[in-house]
């Protein structure tokens, strides 16, 4: 399965609203583009898409902003193979667990939503009497254009 589809614009401005939280210029722009991103993005590609639609956007506001939404139970930070060093990409939450599968070549991730793996978090909570809040799964490989 492709990147989850695009937020509902101003999903998560609501959201923090709702919870009390203040909307800047600044904050509505790094969460314009988090609703409105096609892939993962890092930090660094969140800066430069923010800062197109507001200049005044800084790094420590996008970190800052992160953190929040973070906190929140918003987004999920991602190393996803580690495929460009230590760089770590983030998601928003839209309430499903998937499997990332990262072309260890082209870097292409795919996003993979499963009953199976539903499955399997429902067993492992049975037999190890764990109550699971998050599951991530990371696979690494090749995709179709890198394999020919």
């Known amino acids: 399965m492709p990147f989850p589809e695009t937020e509902i614009p101003g999903r ?3 959201l923090l609203a709702q919870r009390g939280i ?3 210029d600044q904050r509505r722009a790094i969460l314009s583009v988090i ?5 993962h993005l890092d930090a660094s590609q969140l800066l430069r898409k923010a800062q197109k639609l507001d200049p005044s ?5 996008v970190y800052r902003t992160l953190g929040l939404l ?10 996803l193979m580690h495929l460009n060093g230590e760089g770590h990409y983030y998601e928003r939450k839209l309430g499903r667990d998937h499997i990332h599968m990262a072309c ?7 996003e993979f939503v499963s009953e199976r793996f ?9 037999e190890c009497r764990f109550h699971i809040l998050v599951a991530r799964l ?5 995709c179709t254009a890198c394999r020919r």
């Open 70 to 79: 973070k906190r929140q139970g918003m987004i999920d930070e991602l190393d």
């Open 22 to 24: 203040r909307m800047t």
């Open 138 to 142: 990371e696979v690494g490989g090749y």
């Open 35 to 39: 609703e409105t991103a096609n892939k």
């Open 57 to 61: 956007v800084d790094r420590s506001t």
């Open 12 to 14: 998560l401005q609501a």
């Open 118 to 126: 539903e499955s399997l978090k429902s067993q492992m909570e049975q």
């Open 104 to 110: 260890l070549r082209c870097g292409k991730i795919t």
